[in-house]
């Protein structure tokens, strides 16, 4: 069965800072991988999805690496803001492809 | 990308009562969408999935008739919860994926926040 697991539950930051945040996956037979955002009450906002056969993926200010071997993924923020604050999740297709298996997130607060 | 479109964004239901909450996929069709269920400060958790024309497969703890879905359309999804109580409080999302593309990204509507008094 699929774990995922994200380090740190919590970070807060002063403005201005790079940031990584973890993420790792106990089966690495995936074929993506999607980062999203959560802001409190409100739905996810996918960031980026990688690929298997990619080794990492940018957006703006946001980038994701994929390491299936080890089982593991980072996203980078560069220059975090205040806007940034959230809750990041990853998450992975569970057995059988359709659903996602999600990590508990990383709850992000940007300080100005 | 993909937008799926999920109403009412919060509701407050006395215990006892049923609520449903609609999911629907604005510009494109889903055979199959996903239900999800997140408590406080958890990550989120499949309830079920559900297939147009057809019953739903229910993730294993999930009462079915607790939690009744149905998938009437190609762009939309109904999750009743029956008779709720106060435990049945939780933050509830549907997720879909553009039909022919179950390799891709996933979609995921605004949530709604059900609270049983």
């Known amino acids: 069965k699929q774990e995922v697991t994200q380090i740190p539950a919590a970070l807060s930051v002063p403005e201005g800072e790079n940031l990584v945040l973890n993420c790792s996956f106990t089966?690495?037979?995936?074929?993506?991988l999607q980062w999203f955002r959560q802001d409190p009450g409100k739905g996810l906002t996918s960031l980026l999805l990688i690929q298997s056969s990619q080794r990492e993926q940018t957006s703006g200010r946001l980038n994701a690496s994929l390491d299936k071997s080890s089982g593991r993924s980072t996203l980078y923020i560069a220059a975090s803001q205040p806007g940034d604050s959230a809750t990041y999740l990853c998450a992975v297709p569970s057995s059988g492809y359709s659903t996602l298996t999600f990590g508990k997130g990383t709850m992000l607060l940007v300080s100005p | 990308g993909a937008v799926v479109s999920q109403h009412p964004s919060w509701v407050i239901c006395k215990s006892g009562t049923s609520v449903k909450i609609e999911c629907r996929s604005l510009d494109f069709q889903a055979t199959t969408m996903f239900w999800y269920r997140q408590f406080p400060k958890q990550s989120l958790m499949l309830m079920a999935t559900?297939?147009?024309?057809?019953?739903?497969?229910?993730e294993q703890g999930v009462e079915k008739d607790k939690f009744l879905i149905n998938h009437a359309s190609l762009t939309l999804s109904t999750l009743t919860v029956t008779s709720a109580h106060p435990e049945d409080s939780s933050f509830y999302i549907c997720?879909?994926?553009?039909?022919?593309?179950?390799?891709?990204?996933?979609?995921f509507g605004q949530g709604t926040r059900l609270t049983v008094v």
């Open positions: 997720s879909a994926r553009i039909d022919g593309q179950t390799l891709t990204e996933a979609f």
């Open positions: 089966d690495s037979a995936i074929y993506n």
């Open positions: 559900s297939n147009e024309g057809s019953k739903a497969t229910y």
